[in-house]
């Protein structure tokens, strides 16, 4: 009956105890949220709280349980759909399973409308250190992160660093045991400035800097920059090209990539993989090597330098 029309889905996701299954019971629970409509509510882990249907709201909502990531594809998902006549889908993730996996399961019409992270305040840092590829996951399309009974002196602008190395959009919320949220009032600022006749791109700036200028290209237009990076040569450059750049730690060991500019201009003799400080202007052109229009440094001086002390440019 509604395989073809648009289903709305809220995605629920975050690590064991961190607050996802109270968080819906509690939704659920609301009669301005649970209003009746034909709800498939999936679970996708076993915690410690248990789901208490009796105390919803209103009726109409099917409990289903994924119990293996094999279970989340289309045609599954959409039986259980069917089965639930479900107009709109709640979903428990668990936290140790990968979220492309499940957005690669979605059927075309589920649609998902918030994606909420949940995180337990006080074990945080802990499976950000050990576990970064799992939390990066989680945090880089969440919509808002959620920091439960955050500790008094936990270092929120450290979190709020974090958060924004994954996710230049989430909100984040502290909440708290009794009731009070509070949200984070960080003002996200360049740790350059962009007005200043020559921008210099700090060593441990890289990193943003990249991706700033990935996201917002034509703000750096005609601006002149200062910064450390490697040569890149190829054979099938012009003369007077080279690529610029460093390499970038996204999430985590695993995932590290050489981000690169095209420079033109180049009137000194350089070989590959020289760490040099550049000036160059930005102008934003049609390169071959983008296949678009895209930053290009126009070479106006350079100096051989020492790699940075952290050769891996990072978020924070």
């Given at each position: ?291 678009k229009r895209g930053p ?15 050769t891996v440019a990072t978020?924070?």
């Amino acid at each position: 009956m509604y395989r073809n029309s648009q289903i709305n889905v809220f995605l629920f996701t975050g690590f064991l105890e961190a607050g996802k299954t109270s968080f819906i019971q509690q939704s659920l629970e609301n009669i301005n949220f649970c209003t009746g409509e034909p709800t498939l509510l999936l679970v996708c882990e076993e915690g410690i709280e248990d789901y208490n249907p009796e105390r919803f709201a209103n009726g109409g909502v099917t409990l289903r349980k994924i119990t293996k990531p094999e279970e989340l594809n289309r045609a599954h998902l959409l039986v259980l759909q069917e089965e639930a006549n479900a107009t709109r889908i709640l979903i428990e993730y668990n936290g140790m399973w990968m979220l492309e996996d499940l957005y690669k399961a979605l059927p075309d019409n589920w649609t998902v409308l918030r994606e909420m992270l949940f995180i337990d305040g006080k074990t945080f840092f802990t499976y950000n250190t050990n576990m970064r590829q799992l939390m990066y996951d989680k945090l880089k399309g969440c919509t808002v992160a959620v920091f439960n009974d955050p500790p008094g002196d936990m270092d929120r602008v450290l979190v709020h660093k974090i958060v924004r190395g994954a996710s230049r959009r989430a909100d984040i919320a502290y909440q708290y045991y009794d009731g009070r949220v509070e949200y984070d009032q960080t003002v996200d600022t360049e740790p350059f400035d962009l007005f200043a006749p020559v921008v210099n791109i700090g060593e441990d700036d890289f990193a943003i800097w990249s991706r700033d200028i990935t996201d917002e290209p034509e703000k750096y237009n005609g601006k002149t920059l200062k910064l450390k990076g490697r040569t890149v040569l190829r054979e099938d450059m012009a003369a007077g090209e080279m690529g610029f750049g460093r390499y970038v730690m996204v999430c985590c060991e695993n995932d590290i990539q050489f981000v690169g500019f095209m420079c033109e201009g180049v009137n000194i003799d350089v070989s590959s993989n020289e760490w040099l400080e550049l000036t160059g202007t930005i102008r934003m052109k049609y390169h071959k090597v983008y296949g678009k229009r895209g930053p290009v440094f126009q070479f106006e001086s350079a100096q051989r330098c020492s790699a940075p002390e952290q050769t891996v440019a990072t978020f924070y």
